[in-house]
């Protein structure tokens, strides 16, 4: 079997919602990564065999297989084929997932794998009604930009309860406290803040042409525990999760160049070691990357004792501290040290690039080493990624 390395990673800055980037559209976001990525790279567009694409909307300027479109306007030959796919907040990690099982296969040799979301672009969606003309009663209009929407009654209420409040309901079952929640927050700004100050990103991530983003919009460097212990509850009266302890709402796109070996004219960042898949209740999606990771390391044939570096998806902080109580082998220090999402922002499909991505730099610019990447999917899913080098 052949094995499947990532040659390349790159990213935009994520924005904010209703931020420096709301005025671009998916479409065009997800082909700037593309683009971006081939010309790193300097390999021919009409070697990619296909492009997997990630995105978790789809309601909005990124239907019709934003995959296909944005290749279309990277510019790349009409003979290059995309594919989107849909895992919610790991459709990315799914994407390099997928991709690198074709090359495994042998059914390709190079695919550019990534994920889009431009959640500020995220339309309202009206009902349509099953009769032709309806003449009384008023649609319902939904709001697209993230959680359930036009839920089938006959799914148990107790599951489609909103991401905040399952956050909530993972801080009580495992006890951690709101001045946790916030600790972990103000870590993930100054790690992230720092971590652009010293240069660590100006590998991974291209400006978008025309938005003026320098870094990721929703660092923020001045926060403190006084300023995160000053914000109110969300999801309950009395909760700890608010919105300086969750991920933000954000816009952006990201790129992952996988292929065999040789088969891209440039030195691998890391090869993909295993690969996992779990899903639990619905209500408790938070801590699905758990088992997907364990099972990404089995396949591997790796511990948690083998493990340099863990790119973790911060949903929340609640969610993100229950994994790693979970993962009691794993040094917390190991895990987001250039910051996580909390910081660095979550638009939904482009977030699984990032951490894969950013998993791969880190191992190069270390020489060697085992990584794992790990993200929470809404309705109770995870993913994670094994990396070597």
């Given at each position: 079997?052949t094995?499947?390395?990532v040659y390349?990673?790159?990213?935009?800055?994520?924005?904010?919602?209703?931020?420096a980037l709301?005025?671009?559209?998916p479409?065009?976001?997800?082909?700037?990564?593309?683009r971006?990525?081939?010309e790193?790279t300097?390999i021919?567009?009409?070697?990619?065999d296909?492009?997997v694409?990630g995105?978790?909307?789809?309601?909005?300027?990124?239907n019709?297989?934003?995959?296909?479109?944005?290749a279309?306007?990277?510019?790349?030959p009409t003979?290059?084929p995309?594919?989107?796919?849909n895992?919610l907040?790991?459709?990315s990690?799914?994407?390099?997932i997928?991709?690198?099982?074709?090359?495994?296969?042998?059914d390709?040799?190079?695919?550019?794998?990534?994920?889009v979301?431009?959640?500020?672009?995220?339309?309202?969606v009206?009902?349509?009604s099953?009769?032709?003309w309806p003449?009384v009663?008023?649609?319902?209009?939904?709001n697209?930009?993230?959680?359930w929407?036009m839920?089938?009654?006959?799914?148990?209420?107790?599951?489609t309860i909103?991401?905040?409040q399952?956050?909530?309901?993972l801080?009580?079952i495992?006890?951690?406290?709101?001045?946790a929640?916030?600790a972990?927050?103000?870590?993930?700004?100054?790690l992230a803040?720092?971590?652009?100050?010293?240069?660590?990103?100006?590998?991974?991530?291209?400006?978008?042409?025309?938005?003026?983003?320098a870094?990721d919009e929703?660092?923020r460097?001045d926060?403190?525990?006084?300023?995160?212990?000053?914000?109110?509850a969300l999801?309950?009266a009395?909760?700890t999760?608010?919105?300086g302890?969750?991920s933000?709402i954000?816009?952006g796109?990201?790129a992952v160049?996988?292929?065999?070996?040789?088969?891209v004219?440039?030195?691998?960042?890391?090869?993909?070691?295993?690969r996992?898949?779990a899903?639990?209740?619905?209500d408790?999606?938070?801590?699905?990357?758990?088992?997907?990771?364990?099972?990404?390391?089995?396949r591997?044939?790796?511990?948690?004792?083998?493990?340099?570096?863990?790119e973790l998806?911060?949903?929340?902080?609640s969610?993100?501290?229950?994994?790693?109580a979970l993962w009691?082998?794993l040094?917390?220090?190991?895990?987001?040290i250039?910051?996580?999402?909390?910081?660095i922002?979550?638009?939904l499909?482009?977030?699984?690039g990032?951490i894969?991505?950013?998993?791969?730099h880190?191992?190069?610019?270390?020489?060697g080493?085992v990584a794992?990447?790990?993200?929470?999917i809404?309705?109770?899913?995870?993913?994670?990624?094994?990396?070597?080098r």
């Amino acid at each position: 079997m052949t094995a499947t390395y990532v040659y390349d990673a790159v990213r935009t800055p994520f924005g904010r919602a209703g931020g420096a980037l709301a005025g671009v559209r998916p479409d065009d976001l997800a082909a700037v990564a593309m683009r971006a990525i081939v010309e790193r790279t300097g390999i021919d567009p009409a070697l990619i065999d296909d492009v997997v694409f990630g995105d978790a909307n789809q309601a909005g300027e990124d239907n019709r297989n934003i995959a296909r479109m944005g290749a279309l306007l990277a510019g790349f030959p009409t003979s290059v084929p995309g594919v989107t796919v849909n895992r919610l907040c790991g459709s990315s990690v799914e994407a390099v997932i997928q991709g690198s099982r074709a090359i495994e296969a042998g059914d390709a040799r190079v695919v550019l794998a990534g994920g889009v979301e431009s959640m500020s672009r995220a339309p309202f969606v009206v009902e349509k009604s099953p009769r032709p003309w309806p003449s009384v009663g008023n649609p319902t209009m939904w709001n697209t930009t993230i959680g359930w929407r036009m839920v089938n009654p006959a799914l148990p209420s107790e599951w489609t309860i909103s991401n905040g409040q399952s956050a909530e309901k993972l801080a009580g079952i495992y006890g951690i406290s709101r001045d946790a929640q916030d600790a972990f927050a103000l870590r993930s700004h100054r790690l992230a803040a720092d971590a652009w100050t010293s240069g660590v990103y100006d590998g991974e991530v291209v400006q978008v042409p025309g938005a003026e983003l320098a870094r990721d919009e929703g660092i923020r460097d001045d926060t403190s525990l006084e300023r995160l212990g000053g914000l109110n509850a969300l999801f309950a009266a009395g909760g700890t999760v608010t919105a300086g302890n969750s991920s933000p709402i954000n816009d952006g796109a990201s790129a992952v160049l996988l292929g065999a070996e040789g088969a891209v004219d440039a030195a691998p960042l890391a090869r993909i070691a295993g690969r996992g898949v779990a899903g639990n209740d619905p209500d408790v999606f938070g801590v699905a990357p758990v088992e997907a990771a364990n099972r990404a390391l089995a396949r591997a044939g790796r511990t948690w004792a083998d493990v340099d570096v863990v790119e973790l998806n911060e949903a929340f902080a609640s969610q993100s501290l229950a994994c790693l109580a979970l993962w009691p082998d794993l040094d917390p220090e190991r895990v987001n040290i250039h910051g996580g999402a909390i910081a660095i922002g979550h638009p939904l499909g482009a977030s699984g690039g990032r951490i894969v991505g950013h998993a791969a730099h880190e191992l190069a610019r270390r020489g060697g080493g085992v990584a794992v990447a790990a993200i929470c999917i809404g309705v109770g899913q995870g993913l994670a990624v094994v990396l070597e080098r």
